[in-house]
């Protein structure tokens, strides 16, 4: 099971910060890679950001880099997703995942809300 708690609130203004944390609990996230998506209304589902399951690689999308940065706490078994100088166009729902290697995604938390708006 994979829970998603967010931490600052639903709304932000442009050029605020949020972070993103995903607890999962019923395994051990040691050996997964992680990441997080987003799907804004009327859109598809994008990758935003993962992360190895040692937390020595990342990646992120274009739009995010350079703004969010994910990371990870293996001993909490959480992963994180720092989100500043947030613009409009990052509101969306934000979902992380677990998987045994990037790109294969096994577990999806529920998502949360992200409203970016003045």
């Known amino acids: 099971q994979v829970q998603l708690v967010k931490s600052g609130g639903d709304l932000v203004q442009p050029g605020g910060s949020l972070r993103l944390s995903c607890v999962v609990s019923g395994f051990s996230l040691d050996y997964y890679a992680a990441g997080w998506f987003r799907q804004a209304p009327g859109k598809e589902r994008e990758f935003v950001a993962a992360?190895?399951?040692?937390?020595?690689?990342?990646y992120y999308a274009p739009s995010v880099k350079g703004r969010f940065t994910i990371s990870r706490d293996n001993a909490k078994n959480t992963v994180y997703l720092q989100m500043n100088s947030l613009k409009p166009e990052d509101t969306a729902v934000y979902y992380c995942?677990?998987?045994?290697?990037?790109?294969?995604?096994?577990?999806w938390g529920q998502g949360t809300q992200v409203t970016v708006t003045s």
């Open positions: 995942a677990a998987g045994r290697q990037i790109g294969l995604w096994d577990y």
């Open positions: 992360i190895s399951w040692s937390g020595g690689s990342t």
